[in-house]
């Protein structure tokens, strides 16, 4: 079993959220349309939540950003019941069965200016 962890700021990337390639390059297709859904600052509060959980999963396979897993191969989307779920793909897939991962799950929250997130992998 692996564990990892990350914290940041609900603000913190808000310059780079503003840049197209960013987008791209850090979330999946499906995190991105839930984000224009909602307003403007509870996207950026949604987007940061799952980076935070995409920095934790990277724990968990052993690499960090920009150390060969491209964090939109990492997709943290709501199950039936609400609750964050971890889809690998990619160079992420290709990563976790190198670490012996099988199963990746998280738990993102927001309390005033922070966002933390917690993965687990086995």
Known sequence: MRLGIDL???HELDGL????WFRRFAFADA????????AADRGGEFLAGRF???EAVLKVLGTGLFQGVVPSHISVVRDGSGAPSVSLRDSA??????AGITHVTVSITHKRELVAAVAVGW
């Not at 959220?17 to 197209?20: G, Y």
């Not at 995190?31 to 909602?38: D, R, V």
């Not at 897939?93 to 190198?98: F, G, L, Q």
């Open 8 to 10: 940041l700021t609900r």
């Open 17 to 20: 959220l503003s840049r197209t």
């Open 31 to 38: 995190e991105l349309a839930h984000a224009e859904t909602l």
């Open 52 to 54: 935070a959980a995409k």
């Open 93 to 98: 897939s290709t990563a976790a069965e190198a």
